[in-house]
Nanobody, 133 residues
Framework: QEKLVESGGGSVEAGGSLTLSCSTSGFPFGGYCMAWFRQVPGKKREGVARIYPYGFSDEAKTFYADSVEGRFTISRDDAESTLYLQLNSLKPEDTAMYFC??????????????????????WGQGTQVTVSS
């Protein structure tokens, strides 16, 4: 059974940094599109960053929401079946619950975009990030 567990959230002051981790098990991580989303209560879930798997076209290619471009970095360690999100220069508006998500990479089919959260089939429980001004 697929399992995704996020960690690394916390409370920081504006300008600070955090590193989120998503440890996975129960599926072949190396063959999956991976992404980070975030959500504030009462608001729509927002795509933050996504990364392609290795071994396909667009190998390990990354995409970011405009709101985090240049501040956040998504990466993956296939040997550890772990996804990361480095958050730098944090702002109060980055406060949210952060979720990792996974979807199998199908041949000749692009990984789901950040606006297509419903196309990711496996999700973690989330880790809270709170940024104070």
């Amino acid at each position: 059974q697929e399992k995704l567990v996020e960690s690394g959230g916390g409370s920081v002051e504006a300008g600070g940094s955090l590193t989120l981790s998503c440890s996975t098990s129960g599926f072949p991580f190396g063959g999956y599109c991976m992404a980070w989303f975030r959500q504030v209560p009462g608001k729509k879930r927002e795509g933050v960053a996504r990364i392609y798997p290795y071994g396909f076209s667009d190998e390990a290619k990354t995409f970011y929401a405009d709101s985090v471009e240049g501040r956040f970095t998504i990466s993956r360690d296939d040997a550890e079946s772990t996804l990361y999100l480095q958050l730098n220069s944090l702002k109060p508006e980055d406060t949210a619950m952060y979720f990792c998500a996974a979807e199998v990479k199908r041949l000749d089919v692009a990984c789901p975009g950040l606006e297509r959260s419903n196309d990711y089939s496996d999700w973690g429980q989330g880790t809270q990030v709170t940024v104070s001004s």
